[in-house]
């Protein structure tokens, strides 16, 4: 098992490379540049302070020939600095250390996104069997008829639907930002039911297609394995029904569900573009977002290299859990 996990992550170096290297030449195939921030608005700049800036910056070079010195960075775990005015450390702007630890980007955006897959979990696991142990009947119907509501609603206009039923119209729940103005001075219990109100929407929006995909996914592979034969002798032995389900049938229905937990990593950071940026949540969703309007190529290389790193440990955990959950890929 350790030769293949040694394997395994070998095999993560030459893919980040090339995933990274798509990425920074799909970046610069977009039209302007990072200066045309700085200059197009800027009437008095004038040609040689433009090349200038350019020369700075390294775009005055082939694409090539930048994406080398981008590699010579990252090889010393350095994204470099961005182009916007505040000309900070990528990294730094990723994680902010100067902030509490409950308002840092790249902790804000894994604290949704991991809330999230666990409410996922919690809820899908059991309404996909449920709904694969009572086939056709009315709990059956109505979840099947609710996850398709859930596959073909909009991320974006269901957040904007929750937000004024909530927000707007019954004022319960917060809707943007990550705390309340007065959020410092609150005891350690108002400022846990504080953080809770401004989550529970976002966490809700970024769980509900996730929760359709799983439960639907969850009901078929129960479906196929209840009727296999190792299934029908174990209640063929009289065991309870209870037992078969849960101790023989469940183990073996996991594997999809596993391998849509592994890809479910990957999108910890691409995930919350959009209801980051709907929220108004300060995390990696928003800074993404802003740095790509404003071409910031390094905090966008950087972000970029995060999520795929992210990925490919997904899959490698997804393998992982294959060999936990099923013996003979184990053997093999």
Do not use: C
């Not at 086939?135 to 909009?154: C, E, H, R, Y």
């Amino acid at each position: 098992m350790l030769a293949y996990l040694f394997k395994r992550l070998l095999e993560i170096i030459p893919t980040l490379f090339g995933i990274t290297l798509i990425s920074f030449f799909i970046i610069h195939l977009a039209p302007g540049k990072p200066t045309d921030i700085f200059t197009e608005l800027n009437p008095k700049i004038t040609p040689e302070a433009r090349e200038r800036l350019e020369k700075l910056y390294h775009l005055d070079k082939p694409v090539i020939v930048q994406y080398g010195l981008w590699l010579k960075k990252i090889a010393r775990f350095d994204f470099g600095e961005s182009f916007s005015s505040d000309h900070r450390p990528v990294i730094e702007k990723i994680w902010d250390s100067r902030k509490p630890l409950i308002e840092r980007r790249l902790f804000v955006t894994f604290m949704i996104n991991l809330l999230s897959m666990g409410v996922i979990l919690l809820v899908a696991l059991p309404l996909g069997i449920f709904s694969a142990t009572h086939q056709n009947s009315l709990w059956d119907k109505i979840a099947t008829t609710t996850v398709f509501i859930g596959f073909a609603m909009p991320t974006f206009w269901l957040a904007l639907l929750l937000m004024i039923l909530f927000g707007v119209e019954l004022h319960w729940l917060p809707i943007s930002q990550l705390k309340s103005m007065g959020y410092a001075s609150l005891p350690f219990w108002g400022k846990v039911w504080d953080l809770a109100k401004h989550l529970l929407l976002p966490i809700f929006v970024s769980a509900f297609t996730g929760l359709a995909a799983d439960s639907r996914f969850m009901r078929s592979s129960m479906l196929e394995v209840v009727r296999q034969d190792f299934v029908t002798v174990a209640r063929a032995k009289g065991l309870p029904e209870r037992l078969v389900i849960y101790r023989h049938a469940f183990r073996n229905a996991l594997l999809p569900i596993i391998t849509l937990a592994g890809l479910s990593v990957g999108g910890l950071v691409g995930g919350s573009v959009i209801f980051e940026n709907i929220f108004g949540i300060p995390g990696m969703g928003q800074l993404f977002y802003m740095s790509v309007m404003t071409r910031d190529y390094p905090t966008v290389m950087g972000i970029l290299t995060i999520g795929a790193f992210l990925t490919l440990f997904g899959n490698l955990l997804a393998d992982l859990g294959y060999m936990l959950a099923d013996p003979r890929i184990r053997a093999k």
